[in-house]
T-cell receptor, first 118, second 115 residues
Framework: SAVISQKPSRDICQRGTSLTIQCQVD?????MFWYRQQPGQSLTLIAT?????????ESGFVIDKFPISRPNLTFSTLTVSNMSPEDSSIYLC???????????????FGPGTRLTVL | AQKVTQAQTEISVVEKEDVTLDCVYE???????LFWYKQPPSGELVFLIR??????QNEISGRYSWNFQKSTSSFNFTITASQVVDSAVYFC????????????FGSGTQLTVLP
């Protein structure tokens, strides 16, 4: 299964600024996703990061607020733009990869980026 | 639309007790997949199990077992002889596509196992 790393692991940012979160996978994967987990809440899918084309956003999320890049099959970035305290969340990158243990494609998650906006 | 309901927000048990985490789902699709993930205090999500809608066999893996019942749209998770290390938030999730993409998560159940 894929090993996923995210940078930064956590950050504290000022209102109105932007933060770019990086997601690196140790193998080539077709599908990469970005999720948000607000404090004490469940995970919500922000978008699917498509390699070579624009990301596909879920309802309630827009490109201007959460621009996403996917330059190759192992890397993606999510930018949280013009941040407000409501953007304080954990942002998780996930990938779909083959799980030899279950013989299925599974969705694996990165360690997350804990963002606090003051 | 899909929906996953985990009615138990928090559960607290004493070590060695058995505990069952409930999950009820809604979907109009005939083919779908159900998952359980564990999120320990460190924050990462750990995949536990996947079950497809055509396989209603219960599964046991060590101290973990899962009871899938299509008739009641439930996919419950039982931990036998709980341990302190089992303390975490557990999420049930649903995907109606052909793979694990676009998961719909439940709200999670915070399990605390006391020594």
């Amino acid at each position: 299964s894929a090993v996923i790393s995210q940078k930064p692991s956590r950050d504290i940012c000022q209102r109105g600024t932007s933060l770019t979160i990086q997601c690196q996978v140790d193998s080539q994967v077709t599908m990469m996703f970005w999720y948000r987990q607000q404090p004490g809440q469940s995970l919500t899918l922000i978008a699917t990061a498509n390699q070579g084309s624009e990301a596909t956003y879920e309802s309630g999320f827009v490109i201007d607020k959460f621009p996403i890049s996917r330059p190759n099959l192992t890397f993606s970035t999510l930018t949280v733009s013009n941040m407000s305290p409501e953007d304080s969340s954990i942002y998780l990158c996930s990938v779909e990869d083959w799980n030899s243990g279950s013989s299925y494609n599974e969705q694996f998650f990165g360690p997350g980026t804990r963002l606090t906006v003051l | 639309a899909q929906k996953v309901t985990q009615a138990q927000t928090e559960i607290s048990v004493v070590e060695k007790e058995d505990v069952t985490l409930d999950c009820v789902y809604e979907t109009r699709d005939t083919t779908y997949y159900l998952f359980w993930y564990k999120q320990p205090p460190s924050g990462e999500l750990v995949f536990l199990i996947r079950r497809n809608s055509f396989d209603e066999q219960n599964e046991i893996s060590g101290r973990y077992s899962w009871n899938f019942q299509k008739s009641t749209s439930s996919f419950n998770f039982t931990i036998t002889a709980s341990q302190v290390v089992d303390s975490a938030v557990y999420f049930c999730a649903l995907s109606a596509s052909g793979s694990a993409r676009q998961l719909t998560f439940g709200s999670g159940t915070q399990l605390t196992v006391l020594p």
